[in-house]
């Protein structure tokens, strides 16, 4: 039985973070230039804190300033918007990610409207999805920017005239990407929960980008033989071992059927070793950016 390529993501991120590292040195002897990251966290969520260490260490290993910010979960939305204003003015400061979810009685839309649009690098701010949608320079949020990095290595620069479709319409993943496959001349179809007959719908896909957030929902019957499958889904789901699930041990699984779409598929991203391993080097490269933008360096 044909066995899809698997797209690695743990060497394309390790690629790319050696890329961005040699650039911020470039960048330091050629113009005296540190791009600098601040990252917030308000609250104690657990998954935001690994998270939220990651993009400090890695920050740091590539040469960069990094500031992390911990505030309380009490934190009320005037002092945050308050910190969120004094980085926006600190010239050290390239980039400015506030981690999500934020808890509850913060207003998110606030935050991120307050984020100055040049050091946005989450890419969520309007001004950055609007530009994006008018096929302008923009900041794009980092999960869809490391979608686009893997298709490109995978299928090469040339998207043109391929059949995509993206499951999910998120603005935080979604819809970039479908921006992105558009910009890059794919024909692009955006489904949702509201969308009829999706099997059909996947199946015209040479690009399939899962962006759902339900376990396994695309099965290897959905997908189109040789198709590149991009899974961005994180799911955290029990064992089906009894004796691990008794224990209440859990593993992560994406969203499609792995191991039947590797059967399938001409490529295809793992989970976990995929697409999750690349946000946080989009994220460096996203900074590197906006420094550059932010000093008038081309
Ligand atoms: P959202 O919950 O914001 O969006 C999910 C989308 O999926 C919605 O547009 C929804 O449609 C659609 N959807 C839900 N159920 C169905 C269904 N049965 N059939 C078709 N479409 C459906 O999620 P996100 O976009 O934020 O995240 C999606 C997944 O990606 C999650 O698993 C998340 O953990 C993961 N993720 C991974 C990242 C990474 O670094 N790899 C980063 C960000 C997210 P509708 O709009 O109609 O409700």
């Known amino acids: ?66 500031q992390t910010h911990r505030l309380p979960a ?33 207003d998110e839309k606030a935050v991120i409207e307050t984020i100055d649009p040049a ?39 040339d998207l043109a005239g391929k059949r995509a479709v993206v499951v999910g319409r998120s603005v935080l993943v979604g819809k970039p990407v479908a921006q992105l496959l558009l910009a890059a001349d794919c024909t692009v179809t955006i489904a949702h929960s509201r969308t009829r007959d999706l099997p059909a719908v996947c199946r015209e896909a040479d690009i399939l980008v899962a962006a759902v957030g339900r376990p396994q929902m695309i099965k290897g019957d959905w997908i189109k033989p040789g ?16 004796v691990k699930a008794a224990q209440g041990k859990t593993k992560l699984v994406g969203d499609v059927a792995y191991k039947e779409a590797l059967a399938v598929a001409g490529a295809i991203t793992p989970v976990p070793g995929g697409v999750g ?20 360096i081309a």
């Open 74 to 106: 009490e934190t009320s939305q005037a002092d945050l918007l308050a910190l969120v204003r004094q980085l926006n003015a600190d010239p050290k400061i390239h980039g400015i990610l506030v981690q999500l979810p934020l808890p509850k009685g913060l």
């Open 277 to 296: 391993l690349m946000t946080v080097a989009c994220l460096l490269q996203n900074t590197v950016t906006a420094a550059k933008r932010i000093a008038g």
């Open 227 to 242: 198709a590149t499958v991009i899974d961005v889904g994180i799911n955290r789901v029990p064992f089906s071992d009894p």
């Open 119 to 157: 050091k946005d690098v989450d890419g969520l701010h309007v001004v950055n999805a609007g530009r994006l949608a008018q096929g302008l320079p923009a900041l794009i949020p980092c999960t869809p920017l490391g979608c686009m990095i893997m298709l490109r290595q995978t299928l090469g620069d």
């Open 1 to 66: 039985m044909p066995q899809a390529q698997i797209i690695d993501g743990k060497v394309t991120a390790e690629r790319l973070r050696a890329e961005v590292a040699a650039e911020v040195a470039e960048l330091k002897a050629r113009h005296g230039l540190q791009p600098g990251l601040a990252v917030v966290l308000v609250g104690e969520d657990p998954a935001s804190q690994v998270y939220v260490r990651s993009k400090g260490e890695h920050s740091l290993a590539a040469g960069m300033h990094s």
